[in-house]
């Protein structure tokens, strides 16, 4: 293997890959990064054997070839390169990888290609394609409700449903939801409910560049992402996804319509006075507006925001990061804020967008 390559086409490829390097794998080679060099492109590809991603690159291929580098030694010793061209060959049978630039070289020991563990998709697929600005608007309204619990691995994924041209992605940790439905073409053969994992919808909303489209492809335990240059393979989370439409209410004391930046300004300014062991703010609903108010050992905070209001005053607790949270994921000027009672969930919305929603689930308090 011999190629020359660009320092910035060598950095964009290993940063789109790095994060499916396996830390903590007994393999050696799944602590590297695959290179792979034919035609005109280097292909780098990385994997834990749960997901992986591949990304091309142009290269000028002198020698074509392929080779596992590990990942930690070339990813730092990339960025520190200086802007020359770069040499890299593959010597000693392929166990040695020698980088040139300038009057200097790095070696470093690597390991075969047929040591790098591929992920084999099968059963039945189907495809769609979206844009990628539509494509990151919709992972980032869902994404800030999945879990980070590793024990309830259900919860650290993404619904996918799908039935015809009907899409909706769902999110959930238990104590707030988001969902958002969208249109695909062409439409679904079946009926389709699989769970994705959110890091590789996080890494696919990462590597993406603007303009460009996203193929979706979903195999029986897999799902495939695909951009121009770069390919995300992950397994599918098994396991029963809740019956979310339940918890969605229907019917509501109180409807508030308040300002999304207002609102938003005033929750994070509240968060100031609020520590780890207690997150919470309290919202009042008045017939003049609502209130954001906190009151801790720090001190305390109100603030009152011009609202519109039908039905009942409410007090209501919520946990302050989730309340910044779902604000933050809201395009527009005004929410509505939909209460059904101090204890039971709320349902957050924008007039103009009934295809997306957020839900909150109220927090109690050691007076209550």
Known sequence: MKFLISKNNLNRAINNVQRAISSRSPIPALTGILFQCYGNSLKLSATDTEMSIHSSVPAQIIEPGELVIPGRHIAEFSRKLPDLPIEFQ?????????????????????????????????????????????FKDIIRKVIYATSNDDSRPVF??????????????????????????????PPAPKIINVVVPGKALNEAVRVMDGGEEVRVTLFKNHIMLETEDTVIKSRLISGKFPAYRQVIPQSFECVIRASIKELAESADRASLLTSDKNLLVMLQSTKKGVVISVRSESGWIREDIMAHMEG?????????????????????????????GPYTPALLTIPEDEDYLSIIVPARTSRE
């Open 312 to 340: 009942e005053n409410l007090d209501i607790f919520f946990n302050v990061r989730y309340l910044n949270d779902a604000l933050r994921s809201f395009d527009g000027d005004m929410i509505l804020i939909k209460l059904t």
């Open 156 to 185: 650290n994924g993404v619904l996918l449903e799908i039935e015809g041209d009907s899409a909706a992605v769902v999110a959930t940790d238990t104590f707030r939801l988001a969902l958002r439905r969208f249109k695909i073409n």
């Open 90 to 134: 593959s010597i000693g049978g392929g166990k040695l990888a020698t980088v040139r630039y300038g009057l200097s070289e790095f070696n470093v020991n690597s390991y075969s290609s047929s040591d790098f563990p591929i992920i084999h998709m099968s059963g039945d697929e189907f495809s769609f394609s979206i844009s990628s600005g539509e």
